[in-house]
């Protein structure tokens, strides 16, 4: 039997809610049964950190290590693990694929009966933890944790990738960039001919608009109400840009007289509800499809039920319908075929120790969307 031992690594560690992260030398302890442990080679900030950090701020969510978007190697894997190897290329992926469930084996969703059992949805944090720092437990976020140097994660959180593929660009498909694509492709079942509008143009609606191009449609309006987006959303396939401060009625209004009364398929990327009652709303009456991929638990949604009986669907969408670990090798594939743009996306590259700027750059991104 191999002998396994602490790791002690830098990791950016978040304290407390609303606070900067503390760059700290934290333990990894060994992977237990059906657990590996990867070095993370690359990591992404994405939206979800900063709303844990500054909108949620759970304070049992803390202290805990940020971070679920990322691409690393394989350093050791605890007794169990068959399907990886030390020096395999592996993506950590928050929504777990047991592959043996009920759900799992049902090809009308990506949920996992397993997942939610590992992850306290409340705390957004795993049950179990590998991570101390000066004596004390910390959380790892989403059951991946990788603003780490080091991170342990479940065996059925991990995906295997292409050996071939640069971890500095495919972390990207950890998180936002399937999200985004498959709430296209997979959710909306965006047809082609179709017309689409796509609401919020981060990283998951630029992705959101790759996907319906990709899926063929004809005609992609990007919704955003910072005019910066619009040259970037049309590298990805968007035809028109509208900026809803543009107008002075709802955009809900301008997107329906667009089109001629409403878009074949909407997809809200920002996590606000008044945004998602808009992309319903903009969706055509009698067949139009609206999906929410972003993420709130602040508030509730109000729609009047005409919105819904006059034919439209409505959905949600979550990592993008795909089952993880089957989804997320296939998506760095279509990557490293050249079917599929990720460095498009990456506007700056930061160490470890530049997390706060890292977050801080993200948050005033945001800032320009509100």
């Known amino acids: ?105 049902n090809p009308k969703t990506n949920q996992c009966a397993v997942a939610w059992t590992r992850i306290h949805q409340e705390t957004m944090s795993a049950v179990e933890s590998r991570f101390t720092c000066k004596g004390k437990r910390v959380l790892q976020f989403m059951g991946t944790s990788t603003f780490s140097e080091y991170t342990v994660v479940h065996q059925m959180a991990v995906a295997k990738i292409d050996p071939a593929a640069p971890l500095d660009k495919v972390c990207l498909v950890g998180c936002g960039i399937s999200t985004g694509y498959g709430a296209a492709v997979n959710t909306a079942k965006v047809e082609p001919g179709s017309t689409c509008a796509v609401f919020g143009l981060g990283a998951v609606g630029l992705a959101a608009v790759m996907g319906c191009k990709a899926a063929g449609a004809k005609r992609i309006i990007a919704v955003d109400i910072n005019p910066e987006k619009a040259e970037k959303a049309k590298v990805f396939g968007a035809t028109d840009f509208v900026n809803p401060k543009d107008h002075d009625k709802p955009i809900s209004e301008v997107l329906t007289e667009m089109t001629n009364g409403g878009v074949d398929y909407s997809v809200e990327c920002v996590g606000n509800v008044q945004v998602m009652r808009s992309a319903l709303e903009s969706s055509a009456q009698g067949w139009g499809v609206s999906v929410i991929v972003g993420w709130t638990t602040l508030h509730d949604i109000a729609i009047q039920p005409i919105h819904l009986i006059s034919g439209r669907t409505w959905k949600g969408s979550l990592f993008g319908g795909f089952k993880s670990k089957d989804g997320v090798p296939k998506m760095v594939k279509a990557y490293l075929d050249k079917k599929l743009k990720l460095d498009e996306f990456i506007t700056h590259n930061m160490t470890l120790d530049q997390a706060n700027d890292a977050i801080e750059l993200m948050k005033n991104f945001c800032m320009k969307c509100l």
């Open 1 to 105: 039997m191999a002998l396994m031992w602490v790791i002690k690594c830098k990791a950016a560690v978040a304290w407390e809610p609303n606070k900067p992260v503390v760059i700290e030398e934290i333990e990894v302890a060994p992977p237990q049964a059906n657990e590996v442990r990867i070095k993370i080679v690359a990591t992404a900030v994405c939206h979800s950190d900063l709303y844990h950090l500054f909108e949620g701020m759970n304070k049992d969510g803390f202290p805990t290590v940020l971070g679920h978007e990322a691409a690393g190697i394989v350093e050791s894997v605890g007794p169990g693990v068959t399907e990886f190897q030390p020096g395999d290329k592996v993506i950590p992926i928050f929504l777990s694929q047991c592959q043996e469930c009920h759900l799992c084996k």
